[in-house]
């Protein structure tokens, strides 16, 4: 089995596919990049969060008649933007559901003229009394979305969880809270869009998932599939804030395009990237536990709510992530969630890096240590005592049929560490020095590829070809945004057929080139999409051996010369492949019920924490990752990507708060929204442990996400430690420390102002 | 280029150039639009993030925030000056070699960033490369290995103090 | 990019006479610009309204650190980067140094000089609070002539100061006598680089036979603009450093200033912090065995 072989490319750190020329500064972003009589394009948005328009004016003082002017009315199919629900327009038509949403396009072929003149559009609204939190739209007296405000629930139930209150000798209850979280890739979103009667819609953008693109474009623009095409350009960075917003900008660009006659660039800066695009979901997740004396797990009542904004784009996916991962990696007989999206007047929330499992996780592995707290446990002690091992089942009836080894990764974090020793040290130092130290885990596992039936859904296709030329192409529509997408498919087809890592190109991420072989997210594309270019490599082989008389042991000059034989016979050489799910995975979309996910990667975090009592900063002095996610496909790559994550979810716990008044983000520049520089991000130490999954490419599980579920919630368990005060919201700036604390501490500051 | 505004020189990469813009136009603009030296990135337009970042008489300046008028006469160093005849830079082979580098946004500014420390600095500890790299963003690495790939090509010089850069501050 | 280039006019006139030439000629007109590290981002934003800047990078009248055996003149186009080369400044104005190395990045401390620092004004002003606790003297220039400003009447509300508008900034002038002082300086950002100040404190403090006999305390985000905290000042000068000094000196501090809620923090953690600060100054005098 290829998950358990020994291989020569395949977990080797050969160096990044496109990394020479990232290096050289070669590499061409979509503002790099000009197309011949291209225009640029601006967009006017509403300064309202809800209400009607009145009235569209255009100053008097421009030449209007230089530009291009888009709105709802110019819309050749559908106004909306199909994710999973249509509820979100294209271009607000009468009416906004949020600040910063999109009325009126523009394009110039002055970039600065644009600007201004979106800038001299006055609008006059008729406002509506619109609603900003979880709490308000739970309120429901004022409706927003639907019939109650509510984008989409679930219920989860395993045993019978009303039965457990009795028996149960302890009782603990807790609410905890995170706050949205802004994506800040460093290139902001981008695209250029043409257009022609026959030849359709055409964009170049920075973007995750071409062909989600492609099919909002479709409805948008009331086309046929062949007549837009979408290419992706190189992306810097994404971490899913470019998984579904560039159709929305796409769609704009076209517009724009299709009306002027022009090709539209339409590049954001970054206040308007800030202000104007999706975040993480702000989450309330309440937790009521029943454990018996022994301190084990009799009972899980679980209320998770997020806060999806104005439509519902991403929210209910989001949502079954985050109901799925809210029980933790723990065995317990009687489980209950309920879980809502609440519709708000702020910005769209959408993907981003865990999509739902941080919060649900934030919110388990801090009720751990709070239940430790409340009955007397140690909290490493309290985990152990409930960890799923193999053949347990979870919260969905799902049997662990594949390994669990949370206890010997929390024996090598633990280890590694140091955590007994420090606590100890840290309790006798910090009776006397003003930065207290603690020390904090975090237990948990990450669902890779889409839930449930949706692998099945995707019905993904990829494969390989070979072109005339000679260029082995691994033909995807999974892109690269730095998290080594290029690197690992080219290494497994490398690996699989038998060539060299250098042979193996990537086809452009181009939709009239490639197949959909599914979106670049969910962390399924080193499992999902690496064993379809693993089958369709051995299919290919198997094809030139059958039609092209390739011999059982070849070399390169060998398989080249079939491939021309092949060619000469077949017209072409491509191998693809669909998807085929492992055997065994049952899923019911209606009870909740079944193997949630095909595979799961496990990890425990450590943090070590010092909170200055002077100025109320905590700061992560020390981070340890230890995971379990399948063969490590590239060590310096999939490395990379758990300190990477690692450091966003620092980011998330201590630094990032978006500033919304009247539901517009008020910090939206890099100097008013802060992620942690080179001076913050502590030592990060990873350490893999590796046990292959035989449906994963060559055993790989996914890992892009799993790095940022633990961060959060082992640093606060970590504040709790080193200070006793315990933190149940983040982000936990030195302004929310100060006040708990000053308040616990006697008021020495009695003067007066 | 509106030949109506008055000659700009300066040298980029060791060659001359000439540019007739408006003395306001920033730096990164001209590289980018009037040279097409598109290597150099714009992150946020207020000098925070550092992909604009370009070494100017020796100096690291963020380009967006410097007006071209005042590069009359200057000398300035791009990512597109690193690399000698096709052959990277060791710092561009050490990020190579050590993962330096993820989605690539960040890096023609970490790189000259990085190339400014070490002609300071040929041998800088844990706390110099922090430093020195603290006005670079980078969203996807977490830093760790850019600071391995910096220690790389410092330690390429075989001087023994560049193993004392342990992950520690 | 907001903004547009081509509606501003930018000419550098070279030398320190012209510009001020240029000022006299027509008052008020001109925005002098050194290293851009302000303007530029309001440029960007599209918030930059001068309309006819003048450039005063690249003079070098104005970009000098010169010692006498009195004190430092530091020209008001001295790059942060200028000052952390200075052995001169390092050695016996070490606070300035400190600070020049928090400005901002590397990158921007190429840039950004002390005189626009100044100038600018903001109450988180990095360069600000060592100044104050060194006696700076500003320096000002025009074709009238120079003369000579305290650093503590040099601002005089959100972002205004004396600066007639015909007149450049030209040296910040420090005396050499804090060789024996006591001197801290913290400065509390959102996070360890490349942070606006939330807070900062800077003290220098003369201690004699266990006593405290200058004491000189400033701070930045604790008002409209940089200041000194004389009440706090006044509880220690004179003094031991005990509890109860201690105390009534963070009493002080709490009742004289006036930090404002803003985008970065609030006024309770400010004030809190500041108090906290001249704590940790205090103690640190009070622990180098001065106390009674």
């Given at each position: 089995m290829s998950a358990h072989a020994k291989t020569r490319i395949v977990g080797s750190p050969v160096p990044r596919k496109e990394g020479v020329d990232k290096l050289l500064g070669r590499a061409r972003y979509i503002d790099d990049i000009e197309r011949e009589g291209m225009w640029h394009g601006a967009t006017v948005r509403s300064t309202?969060?809800?209400?009607?328009?009145r009235s569209i004016g255009f100053d008097?003082?421009?030449?209007?008649?230089?530009f291009t002017i888009v709105t709802a009315?110019?819309?050749?199919?559908?106004n909306h933007i199909q994710l999973?629900?249509?509820?979100?327009?294209?271009l607000a038509d009468?009416?906004?559901?949020?600040?910063?949403?999109?009325i009126v396009l523009m394009a110039h072929p002055d970039k600065y003229k644009v600007r201004e003149a979106a800038a001299a559009v006055k609008i006059e609204y008729d406002p509506l009394p619109p609603v900003f939190t979880i709490e308000e739209s739970e309120r429901?007296?004022?409706?927003?979305?639907?019939?109650?405000?509510?984008?989409k629930s679930f219920l989860l139930e395993k045993g019978?969880?009303?039965?457990a209150w009795s028996s149960a000798t302890h009782i603990v209850e807790g609410e905890y809270r995170t706050g949205a979280q802004e994506h800040l890739y460093i290139e902001n979103n981008g695209v250029i869009a043409e257009y022609s009667a026959d030849g359709g819609v055409t964009i170049w953008g920075s973007l995750q998932c071409p062909y989600y693109v492609h099919k909002s474009l479709l409805a948008v623009?009331?086309?046929?599939?062949?007549?837009v095409r979408v290419i992706q350009t190189?992306?810097?960075?994404?971490?899913?804030?470019k998984e579904d917003y560039p159709s929305t900008l796409a769609a704009h660009a076209a517009l724009l395009a299709m009306k002027s006659g022009h090709p539209v660039k339409m590049v954001y800066d970054r206040m308007e990237d800030l202000a104007a695009t999706t975040k993480r979901h702000p989450s309330r997740v309440r937790h009521r536990t029943a454990l018996d004396a022994n301190g084990k797990l009799l009972a899980m009542d679980i209320e998770v709510a997020t806060?999806?904004?104005?439509?519902?784009?991403?929210s209910s996916t989001v949502l079954s992530r985050a109901t799925l991962h809210s029980p933790g990696p723990y065995l317990c007989p009687n489980v209950r969630v309920r879980s809502r999206a609440w519709a708000t007047n702020t910005v769209p929330y959408g993907a981003f890096r865990g999509f739902g499992a941080p919060q649900a996780i934030f919110a388990i592995e801090r009720h751990m240590d709070e239940i430790a707290a409340a009955i007397g446990v140690d909290p490493i002690e309290l985990r152990r005592r409930n960890f799923l091992h193999d053949g347990d089942t979870t919260a969905?009836?799902?049997?662990?049929r594949e390994p669990v080894i949370l206890d010997q990764l929390l024996d090598l974090a633990l280890a590694e560490s140091g955590y007994h020793a420090k606590r100890v040290r840290f309790a006798k130092e910090?009776?006397?020095?003003?930065v207290k130290r603690g020390m904090g885990v975090a237990a948990f596992y990450h669902g890779s590829?889409?839930?449930?039936s949706g692998e099945r859904n995707l019905n993904s296709l990829a494969g390989i070809d070979v072109t005339a030329d000679g260029k082995v192409r691994v033909l995807v529509s999974?892109?690269?945004?730095?998290?080594?997408t290029n690197t690992i498919l080219t290494q497994i087809a490398a690996e699989a057929i038998g060539l060299?890592?250098?042979d193996v190109a990537m086809a452009p991420p181009d939709t009239g080139i490639v197949p959909?072989?599914?979106?670049?997210?969910?962390?399924?594309?080193?499992?999902v999409v690496g064993r379809l270019i693993e089958r369709a490599s051995l299919q290919l082989v198997d094809l030139l051996q059958k039609h092209g008389g390739l011999s059982e042991v070849f070399s390169r000059e060998d398989f080249f010369a079939a491939c021309e034989r092949y060619r000469a016979a077949k017209g072409e050489v491509v191998s693809l492949c669909r998807y085929e799910a492992p055997p065994g995975i049952f899923w019911d979309d209606q009870k909740y019920?079944?193997?949630?996910?095909?595979a799961y990667a496990w990890s425990i975090h450590v943090a070590q924490v010092g909170v200055d009592t002077v100025t109320y900063s905590a700061e992560v002095e020390e981070f340890w990752a230890v995971q379990e996610a399948?063969?490590?496909?590239n060590p310096v790559l999939a490395g990379g990507q758990i300190e990477g994550g690692i450091a966003q979810g620092i980011g998330y716990a201590l630094y990032e708060k978006v500033l919304l008044q009247n539901g517009h983000m008020?910090?939206?520049q890099m100097t008013n929204y802060i992620m942690p520089t080179a001076e913050d991000v502590p030592p990060i130490h990873v350490y893999f442990e590796q046990i292959p999954?035989?449906?994963?490419?060559?055993?790989a599980k996914g890992?892009?996400?799993?790095?940022?579920?633990?961060?959060a919630p082992a640093i606060l368990n970590a504040i709790r430690d080193a200070i006793g005060v315990s933190f149940t919201s983040i982000p936990l700036l030195p302004e929310d420390l100060f006040q708990r604390l000053a308040a616990v501490k006697p008021v020495e500051e009695a003067a007066a102002v | 280029m509106n030949a109506g505004w008055p000659a700009i020189e300066f040298v980029v990469n060791g060659e001359a150039r000439k540019v007739h813009v408006?003395?306001?136009?920033?730096l990164l603009d001209v590289l980018r639009?009037?040279?097409?030296?598109?290597?150099t990135k714009e992150?946020?337009?207020?000098?925070?993030?550092?992909?604009c970042s370009v070494r100017m008489n020796g100096e690291l300046v963020n380009s967006c925030l410097?007006?071209?008028?005042?590069?009359?006469?200057a000398s300035i160093q791009t990512?597109?000056?690193?690399?000698?005849d096709g052959e990277l830079h060791p710092l561009q082979q050490a990020f190579l070699h050590c993962g330096?580098?993820?989605?690539?946004?960040c890096t023609p500014g970490m790189l000259m960033a990085a190339t400014h420390l070490l002609a300071n600095n040929p041998h800088p500890n844990m706390a110099e490369i922090r430093e020195g790299l603290a006005g670079n963003l980078c969203?996807?690495?977490?830093?760790k290995r850019i600071f391995d790939s910096v220690i790389s090509a410092a330690a390429q010089t075989n001087e023994p103090t560049a193993q004392e850069a342990a992950h520690a501050r | 990019m907001r903004g547009n280039a081509e509606a501003h006019e930018f000419i550098a006139p070279g030398s320190l006479d012209a510009a001020l030439d240029l000022l006299a000629g027509a008052p008020g007109q001109w925005t002098p610009i050194a290293g851009g590290t302000e303007l530029m981002v309001a440029h960007a934003a599209g918030r930059?309204?001068?309309k006819k800047l003048l450039s005063l990078w690249g003079i070098p009248d104005l970009r000098f650190i010169e010692t006498t055996p009195e004190n430092i003149v530091i020209g008001a186009c001295a790059t942060f980067r200028d000052l952390r080369l200075s052995s001169a400044v390092g050695d016996d104005w070490p606070l300035l140094a400190m600070a020049a190395s928090w400005i901002g990045s590397i990158a921007n401390q190429s840039r950004a000089t002390v005189g626009g620092n100044l100038v600018n004004g903001?109450?988180?002003?990095?360069s600000s609070p060592a100044l104050l606790v060194y006696d700076a003297e500003i320096e000002l220039v025009s074709v009238r002539g120079k003369r000579r400003v305290p650093y503590t009447e040099f601002?005089?509300?959100?972002?205004?100061?004396?600066?007639?508008?015909?007149?450049?900034?030209?040296a910040i002038h420090l005396p050499r006598?804090?060789?024996?002082h006591r001197q801290y300086l913290r400065k509390v950002g959102?996070?360890?680089?490349?942070a606006i100040s939330k807070v900062a404190l800077a003290a220098t403090a003369l201690v004699d036979e266990g006593s405290v006999r200058e004491i000189r305390l400033a701070a930045a985000s604790l008002a409209a603009f940089p200041t000194r905290l004389y009440r706090a000042e006044d509880v220690v000068?004179?003094?031991?450093?005990t509890p109860e000094i201690i105390q009534q000196a963070r009493d002080a501090l709490l009742a004289e200033v006036v930090p404002i809620d803003d985008i970065r923090s609030t006024a309770d953690y400010r004030k809190c912090v500041a108090a906290n600060l001249l704590e940790e100054f205090l103690v640190g005098l009070q622990k180098e065995g001065l106390a009674r």
């Open positions: 309202i969060p809800r209400g009607l328009i008097r003082t421009i030449d209007w008649s230089e009315a110019d819309i050749p199919g559908y999973i629900f249509a509820d979100q327009p294209c009468g009416k906004v559901n949020h600040c910063d949403e999109a429901q007296d004022v409706i927003v979305w639907g019939a109650d405000n509510v984008l019978d969880v009303d039965s623009f009331d086309l046929p599939e062949d007549k190189e992306t810097g960075g994404a971490f899913g804030g806060d999806g904004g104005a439509y519902s784009t991403l969905t009836e799902q049997v662990m910090n009776r006397t020095n003003p590829g889409f839930t449930g999974s892109t690269e945004f730095g998290q080594g060299e890592y250098e959909n072989s599914g979106p670049t997210v969910a962390s399924r594309t080193s499992m019920r079944g193997e949630a996910y095909p399948g063969r490590v496909l008020v910090n939206n999954f035989i449906h994963g490419g060559y055993g890992i892009g996400e799993l790095p940022h579920d633990g961060p | 408006s003395p306001m136009k920033r639009e009037d040279l097409r030296l598109t290597g992150g946020c337009g207020e000098g925070e993030c550092g992909s410097v007006p071209v008028l005042q590069v009359q006469n990512v597109e000056g690193l690399a000698c330096g580098a993820q989605c690539g946004i969203r996807c690495t977490g830093f | 930059l309204d001068a903001s109450p988180a002003a990095d601002h005089t509300g959100y972002k205004r100061t004396v600066l007639a508008n015909d007149e450049l900034v030209y006598r804090f060789s024996k959102t996070r360890r680089a490349m000068c004179g003094h031991a450093v």
